[in-house]
């Protein structure tokens, strides 16, 4: 299975973009790269997904690298309410589990 | 309005006993999934089913069981084999197609050892 690797933190602004990194260096061609964020006490909430084209939703956006070992989750005005737990998941072929590591805590101050 | 209903949100279970805990679609999903969530940890699988009446261990069963005896219901027991059942329990659901697809949460059920 593809691992991820996620910084364990990060702040941000209130008002400014939120660029949480990912790397997933052993990815394999038909593995999809999944985000979701867990706000404290809640169940994780779906953000976005691809495979390896940039995506983009009412949420934000994702930028995968050409290589496709990394990606880039966009926040691009964080609100405070934005403070949550990130999960960068890379989805194994053939199986319908989702393997989630301890993720970015973000942190959004006024 | 669709969605995924967990219950109760705490439960508090007593040495040597089972306690069961509750998980409901009306998403019309084909794949349940139970998730433990330990204090700062990320989500670990206890058990998915993909189909009614058919179910699979996940990265730590032991000390659970479920059934899936109606497509929109998912329960988990906590047996008295669990040892160290004190966590946060997810219950999460898809549509189990094995394409891209996302998982819907529901809102937890704390345990609690007393």
């Known amino acids: 299975d593809a691992k991820t690797t996620q910084p364990p933190s990060m702040d941000c602004a209130e008002g400014r973009a939120a660029n949480l990194p990912c790397n997933h260096s052993t990815i394999s061609g038909n593995e999809y790269v999944y985000w979701y964020r867990q706000i404290h006490s809640q169940g994780p909430q779906y953000i976005i997904h691809?495979?390896?084209n940039n995506e983009t939703n009412e949420m934000a956006s994702l930028i995968i690298t050409e290589d496709r070992k990394s990606s880039t989750l966009i926040l691009p005005h964080a609100t405070l309410r934005d403070t949550a737990v990130y999960y960068c998941?890379?989805?194994?072929?053939?199986?319908?589990?989702?393997?989630f590591g301890t993720g970015t805590r973000l942190q959004v101050f006024p | 309005d669709g969605g995924i209903t967990q219950s109760p949100k705490y439960l508090f279970r007593k040495e040597g006993q089972n306690v069961t805990l509750s998980c409901e679609q009306n998403l019309n999903h084909d794949a349940m999934y139970w998730y433990r969530q330990d204090p700062g940890q990320g989500l670990r699988l206890i058990y998915y089913?993909?189909?009614?009446?058919?179910?699979q261990k996940g990265d730590i069963a032991e000390g659970y069981s479920v059934s899936r005896e109606k497509k929109e219901s998912f329960p988990l027991t906590v047996t008295s084999a669990q040892k160290n059942p004190t966590a946060f329990y997810l219950c999460?659901?898809?549509?189990?197609?094995?394409?891209?697809?996302?998982?819907?949460f529901g809102s937890g059920t704390q345990l609690s050892v007393l």
């Open positions: 691809g495979l390896k």
């Open positions: 998941i890379v989805r194994p072929p053939n199986t319908d589990k989702l393997i």
């Open positions: 089913s993909q189909i009614v009446n058919d179910f």
């Open positions: 999460a659901s898809s549509m189990g197609l094995r394409i891209a697809e996302k998982l819907f």
